[in-house]
């Protein structure tokens, strides 16, 4: 019997620093967002990078394979 759970994100191939970095990003948009009707220098601040931050974390990460493209395009189709 396969008790493995499909959410379970634990994985031994992830990079701490990265998730880290991944939640001190959304603690920063949600700390942002709550500053926006504020007239303050920090949610400018906060503004001028934290979207960056996603993009340049999630490409460091992103491993490119045509093959990898098609099988998950199948999963997809399948599930």
Do not use: C, Q
Not at 47 to 73: C, D, M, Q, R, T
């Amino acid at each position: 019997m396969n008790t493995k759970n499909k959410f379970d994100t634990r994985s031994t191939d992830r990079i701490l620093w990265i998730d880290m970095a991944k939640g001190l990003g959304v603690v920063l948009v949600i700390y942002g967002h709550m500053l926006y009707a504020t007239n303050l220098g920090v949610n400018k601040l906060i503004y001028a990078f934290h979207v960056p931050v996603f993009f340049i974390l999630s490409g460091y990460v992103y491993e490119f394979s045509i093959a990898s493209i098609k099988e998950n395009i199948i999963k997809k189709l399948i599930d």
